[in-house]
């Protein structure tokens, strides 16, 4: 079943996130604590490590784009479960 990554609190005073850098490409492997993407936080720069090992099979935003507190930015299927093609 695939995963939804939400996007975290990552910063005290704001909800909203910029994307800054995909590190990973659709249907790469992301490993469990491997950094997916960066955002971009009150002039900082601030990883956004994956919680699961999986493939990278949907990003719901593009790098420039803005993201909210709790909304899925991507989604991850499990290994087994993952078909190229």
Do not use: D
């Not at 900082?44 to 803005?66: D, F, H, M, Q």
């Amino acid at each position: 079943m695939p995963t939804p990554i939400l996007v975290p609190k990552v910063a005290r005073n704001t909800n909203l996130y910029k994307v800054a850098h995909w590190n990973k490409k659709i249907n790469e492997l992301v490993h469990q604590e491997e950094i997916l993407l960066e955002f971009e936080v009150n002039k900082a720069t601030v990883p956004l490590l994956s919680r699961t090992t999986g493939y990278l099979i949907k990003k719901c935003r593009v790098a420039g784009e803005y993201i909210k507190y709790k909304e899925t930015i991507a989604i991850l299927a499990h290994p087994a479960e993952f078909k190229k093609g």
